[in-house]
């Protein structure tokens, strides 16, 4: 047994000495080619070619990778032996992905690929600008040569597509944050998501029918209307301004379209970001068919009118703004430029179909420039309750229509709605404490806004009062002077008489 452990140490040190000898003969690059012309050979005798899909492609993030993850999900769950199972938080679905290192074999058009997920350790970085994962993940595709041209074309593209109908029919709406400002996270993402979950829609949303029409018919012609941007040479995107009162409705508003046309949204926060190349950054990660949002973009920064400033530079006044919108110098900040370029700019068709969304509730305090068509296409004024929206609400929180209640309530909340100006907020909170009392509601709502409009009409009155003494002290004023010269005119010609006797 002695003798046969000292043959092994033997051979193994004639093994380390002959490995000394190549590396000395044999330098890395001679090795490395003849490696390469043996791999060379080998493939030629072969008769699978392979594709390798990375997750981050440089710097960038790799859709392909993202598409076959949805795509092989679809199928993973009844033809693999080994899952990955996952929920997000506050999901409602749960997703299925290949386990590390585990094959799928899937048939298109009688073409079939093997799929193979692959995770490995990433060495330890030196250096790098943008912190990269610490496992490097990737899927390699293979498929016989002689399907090359058919799997790189017509597959490939069947996989995009279907993992976009996947994503718009059962993956979750998301809603996007950049609580980093412009910086990216390991993955190349400045973006922090979550599913999203309003229940908004337009037939709940407390507004006039005809003007919610309206609005679902612009949006719906703009998601339709690929071609048509297309062959006018336009940008697919529009902009909608929403303005008006707190408590309109606006960010329903927002949610209902989102979850009209299943869009995911980006609510941009404008001050987390401090340039210009940050704002760009940001638009450049949104995806297609996408809301961004930015909203009470009055109070964000400091967009004051330069028109009523009397100002022609198109930079905000720094020391106004939130030490958070500000540069590391105190100077370097976001410009209305850079703003207009964000909305307007080339740096706008980043991606398609997508709808730029502002609220405000104080639209003169905006520049005209970021108001105008091409960037806000649609000025949507959310006003004050309404007997329509009214008549909505009531169905909505006491699930009563119309023929169901009494037509003298009716009359007088119709004749009383308009000068009341309570928004459909406050009318609902109203609704929601008394849900389960109908007429306690009907009639606690009522007085309410019977007292709301008597306080209106107090006011308007005062108002009035106070611009009729305004006019008095303007007329008086204009016609003292007037009266004074008469008074010195006459006092002269008085004491000229005496003079002259």
């Known amino acids: 047994m002695e003798e046969f452990w000292t ?11 002959c490995q000394t000898i190549l590396h000395t003969i044999f330098p890395q690059e001679l090795r490395f080619s003849f490696l390469k012309f043996f791999r060379k050979i080998f493939n030629s005798f072969t008769s699978y070619c392979y594709y390798e899909i990375t997750e981050v492609d440089g710097v960038n993030t790799n859709e392909l990778y993202h598409a076959v993850q949805l795509y092989l999900s679809s199928s993973a769950a009844f033809s693999a032996n080994r899952l990955s199972l996952n929920r997000a938080l506050n999901s409602s679905s749960i997703t299925f992905d290949l386990s590390s290192n585990d094959r799928l074999v899937d048939s298109y058009n009688g073409v079939k690929v093997v799929w193979e997920h692959v995770i490995t350790q990433r060495q330890t970085q030196t250096f ?15 498929a016989k040569k002689k399907d090359k041209t058919f799997v790189l074309g017509s597959y490939l593209d069947f996989v995009m597509e279907k993992a976009k109908d996947l994503r718009r029919k059962h993956q979750d709406r998301l809603l996007y944050t950049n609580s980093h400002g412009g910086s990216l996270d390991s993955r190349g993402h400045p973006w922090e998501s979550v599913p999203f979950k309003h229940p908004s829609t337009f037939e709940t949303l407390a507004m006039d029918p005809l003007k919610k029409a309206e ?7 703009f998601a339709n209307g690929g071609s048509f941007y297309q062959r006018t040479g336009r940008a697919w995107k529009r902009g909608y301004l929403l303005y008006g009162p707190p408590g309109t409705g606006k960010s329903s508003m927002i949610a209902a379209m989102a979850n009209h046309l299943g869009y995911d949204i980006y609510d941009l926060e404008l001050t987390e970001v401090n340039t210009n190349s940050e704002l760009r950054k940001l638009l450049m990660k949104t995806s297609s068919k996408s809301i961004i949002v930015i909203e009470d973009i009055d109070c964000s920064i400091n967009l004051a009118n330069r028109n009523k400033n009397g100002i022609g530079s198109n930079n905000y006044n720094v020391s106004s703004l939130p030490a958070s919108n500000r540069g590391e110098d105190g100077e370097n900040t976001i410009t209305l430029s850079g703003l207009l370029n964000f909305t307007d700019g080339l740096w706008s068709c980043c991606g398609n179909e997508m709808i730029f969304v502002f609220t405000t509730n104080h639209v003169e305090k905006l520049d005209p420039a970021l108001l105008r068509s091409g ?5 949507i004024h959310m006003r004050f309750c309404s007997f329509s929206a009214l008549k909505i609400l009531v169905r909505n929180y006491l699930e009563c229509e119309d023929d169901q209640l009494d037509g003298v309530v009716l009359k007088v909340l ?3 709605i308009d000068e ?6 406050d009318i609902s ?8 009392d109908k007429n306690k509601a009907l009639r606690e709502l009522l ?9 209106n009409r107090m006011k308007l009155s005062e108002r009035n009062k106070n611009e009729d003494k305004d006019e008095e002290l303007e007329k008086w004023a204009s016609d003292s002077p007037k009266k004074d010269s008469d008074l010195l005119q006459a006092s002269c010609n008085k004491c000229k008489e005496i003079d002259d006797p």
Do not use: Q, Y
């Open 7 to 17: 043959t092994i140490a033997s051979m193994m040190g004639l093994w380390a000495f």
């Open 128 to 142: 790098s600008w943008r912190p990269l994962p610490e496992e490097k993940r990737g899927f390699i595709l293979s």
């Open 215 to 221: 609005i679902m018919t612009d949006l719906l012609d």
């Open 375 to 379: 960037r806000m296409d649609m000025h």
């Open 414 to 416: 119709e004749g009383v």
């Open 420 to 425: 009341a100006e309570m928004t459909p907020a």
């Open 429 to 436: 909170e109203i609704l929601i404490k008394n849900r389960r």
């Open 447 to 455: 007085e309410s806004l019977k007292k709301r409009a008597d306080r």
